[in-house]
């Protein structure tokens, strides 16, 4: 993980460039305020106060490092997350402090972003010209802890996504889960190979076909006070999806390290949840598994028993994810909890639907989503919320089964999927369900391509509002 701790630093008066923030109406007037070299100097750099614009001028204050920059946000006086992020990523490295407004609220929110952009992934090529540490001061230094470990949150999931199948099987979701434990306490059990098909047969079918160095896996961590309220968090964690039987062309399966994104989410709350100290009885709950083929692949037209006792007609070996989660829901269920959250790069439906910078949210209870809805667009990370549609529950019926795993029928994908999970989830359950893309296929400033997190610190804020801290 790229390491963060020194990249914001309290404000104690140090020696620092200044950061200037200005939106295209104030432009003029803070022009107004510079010499003729420092205006010339930002029309040579087409400089307007356009967000995420960056300029650097000479310094009239004589300051060490000789210049100043100049940031273009929507609002200087009301930061987001992201609007910093830019000037992380293509200022020179040194030290830095806001100005004006900025300097008051110490970057707030958008510290996040100033060091989500310092983010590279650099496990098997490192970067020889990458620019060093940017390093902001800020007089609130009550925020950075919050700010450091949401980013870590960040970071550890586009790592885990980052990593290729052969690096990221079933065994290295299991070693995060023992880091974990090991940073914060708690209990691991884990149930490997065939040993899942009296518990977890669903889990098994899907991931027998593996190899045994990926062999497939239920963790589960435990942690928190008996006392607590219980919250289960489960990660969709299927490490490579081939398609099965179902074969993926090339294309669709190019990506598909990717697929363990669900687990990564999950494991990242967890790390939040429990360096937090919330007060909640945690079940962490992941699925891991490779979608291999192998004589013995499950295949379609198979019959799968699940832990819940329902039978499941295999439509398609490539809508494996929701069954790996089918058994872990049940689990989940069990547990007696008063919030389940799971994390699923579930459908390419729901990315047709809302593209890639949404994660689409299903919830049976409509205070909880507008919870969830409510804490992203405080944190810049909002969800969009799809229906759960009764109409919609016969598309998953069976002739020889109590339900297939996938529709005939090309309508409606992400909320069928949904249909299909609620069928695990114990009655009046207070269930959440994100179909996230886990993957960011063009690059905006903070936010390189490749893997990322959607609705994280959405639930994170959620949660803290909601059991406290």
């Known amino acids: 993980m790229t390491e963060i701790q020194d990249l914001i630093k309290p404000d104690r008066g140090q020696d620092a460039v200044p950061i200037h923030l200005v939106n295209t109406d104030g432009f003029d007037t803070f022009a107004k305020s510079l010499t003729g070299a420092q205006r010339a100097a930002l029309k040579g750099q087409k ?21 100043m920059a100049v940031g273009g946000v929507a609002d200087p006086e009301e930061l987001s997350s992201w609007c910093l992020a830019k000037l992380a990523e293509e200022l020179p490295e040194g030290t830095y402090r806001l100005t004006g407004a900025a300097a008051e609220t110490g970057a707030g929110p958008a510290m996040f972003g100033w060091l989500t952009a310092q983010y590279r992934f650099e496990r098997y090529k490192k970067d020889e010209n990458a620019p060093g540490p940017r390093v902001l001061l800020t007089k609130q230094a009550g925020r950075i802890d919050a700010n450091m470990a949401e980013a870590k949150a960040e970071m550890l999931v586009r790592d885990l996504v980052n990593t290729p199948a052969e690096d990221m099987g079933p065994a290295a979701l299991e070693a995060e889960c023992e880091a974990l434990v090991k940073a914060h306490g708690g209990k691991l059990t884990v149930v490997r ?10 889990v098994h079918a899907v991931g027998r076909a593996a190899d045994r160095k990926h062999a497939p896996r239920l963790i589960h961590l435990t942690w928190g006070s008996d006392d607590h309220p219980v919250l289960a968090v489960i990660g969709k964690g299927v490490c490579f999806d081939s398609g099965g039987v179902d074969i993926k062309p090339a294309s669709g399966m190019r990506l598909m390290k990717k697929d363990m994104g669900g687990a990564a989410h ?5 790390g939040l949840i429990m360096g937090a100290g919330l007060k909640v009885r945690l079940h962490l709950i992941v699925p ?3 979608n291999a083929i192998a004589g013995n692949a499950f295949r379609p037209g198979d019959v799968l028993d699940s832990r819940k006792g329902l039978t499941v007609e295999i439509h398609n070996t490539d809508a494996e994810g929701r069954l790996i989660l089918g058994d872990a829901l049940t689990l989940a269920s069990e547990q007696e909890p008063e919030l389940v959250v799971d994390f699923a790069t579930l459908t390419g439906a729901a990315r047709v639907a809302l593209g890639p910078d949404y994660a689409a949210m299903m919830a049976r209870e409509d205070e909880t989503a507008e919870a969830l809805i409510a804490a992203g667009r405080a944190v810049d990370d909002e969800p969009w919320r799809l229906p759960l549609p009764e109409a919609y529950r016969e598309y998953l019926s069976s002739d020889i089964a109590d339900l297939s795993n996938a529709q005939n029928n090309p309508y409606a994908g992400a909320s069928v999927a949904g249909l299909f999970l609620d069928r695990f989830v114990g009655d009046g359950i207070d269930w959440v369900h994100f179909d996230t893309f886990a993957w960011r296929p063009f690059a905006k400033p903070g936010r390189p391509k490749g893997g990322t997190a959607y609705g994280l610190r959405a639930t994170w804020k959620m949660l803290q509002t909601r059991f406290g801290g």
């Open 47 to 67: 400089f307007e106060g356009k967000g995420y614009q960056v300029g650097i001028v000479p310094d009239a204050q004589g300051g060490e490092a000789g210049f």
């Open 288 to 290: 891991a598994v490779e």
């Open 193 to 202: 190979g065939d040993e899942l098909e009296q518990g977890y047969p669903m």
């Open 266 to 270: 999950a494991i990242a709350l967890a």
